[in-house]
Nanobody, 124 residues
Framework: QVQLVESGGGLVQAGDSLRLSCAAS????????MGWFRQAPGKEREFVAG????????AYGDSVKGRFTISRDYLKNTVYLQMNSLRLDDTAVYYC?????????????????WGQGTQVTVSS
């Protein structure tokens, strides 16, 4: 079955950097667009970043543009989220997601598979 396993979360201070990883298995990795979402307590889940199946197109939520970078490694079937200049309001559970399809434009919703999430906490 499809599994998406996130890692790399933790407790950091404002201004620090963190890199999340998501290892995918049980799917043909290059047939899937990949995304990162997050959900803070009391808030709805929001799109953070996405990358298309071929890695040629990326998209970011407005609040993370210029600070976060998504990438993918086809040899390792892994997608990464490099997070720089972390802020208090980046605190959330971060989820990796996969959506079948060979789209050029990165989809921001209707993902097929989800990981269990990894907690990122930014302190002052």
């Amino acid at each position: 079955q499809v599994q998406l396993v996130e890692s790399g979360g933790g407790l950091v201070q404002a201004g620090d950097s963190l890199r999340l990883s998501c290892a995918a298995s049980g799917l043909t990795f290059n047939n899937y667009n990949m995304g990162w979402f997050r959900q803070a307590p009391g808030k709805e889940r929001e799109f953070v970043a996405g990358i298309n199946w071929i890695g040629g197109s990326t998209a970011y939520g407005d609040s993370v543009k210029g600070r976060f970078t998504i990438s993918r490694d086809y040899l390792k079937n892994t997608v990464y989220l490099q997070m720089n200049s972390l802020r208090l309001d980046d605190t959330a559970v971060y989820y990796c997601a996969a959506r079948a399809g060979r789209d050029w434009d990165v989809p921001r919703g209707n993902y097929d598979y989800w990981g269990q999430g990894t907690q990122v906490t930014v302190s002052s």
